[in-house]
């Protein structure tokens, strides 16, 4: 999603209520440097992701992971379903 510095500025709670729904960063276009603004649970998806990944071990470990599913290993689990 894109907006102009003014348009953010006349709609920014349905702009708001937008991001939310679809859960996609907005940029804002403006003279000097472009804005994105997403919502928080977003933003610290996208941080964890981050500092699971900055460290080696934790990134081997994802993609041994992905490779296992990938080979038709793992076990599908239901959100709340205990192990």
Known sequence: MKATIQSF???I???FAKIED????LVVERDG???IVLAQMDYNGIMETLLQMS????????DDA???????????????QRL
């Open 9 to 11: 500025s006349s709609h």
């Open 13 to 15: 709670e349905d702009l």
């Open 22 to 25: 679809v859960r996609e960063p």
């Open 33 to 35: 440097e472009n804005m």
């Open 55 to 62: 460290s080696p071990k934790n990134e081997k470990m994802v």
């Open 66 to 80: 992905l490779l296992e599913l990938r080979n038709g290993g793992g076990i599908e689990y239901k959100i709340g």
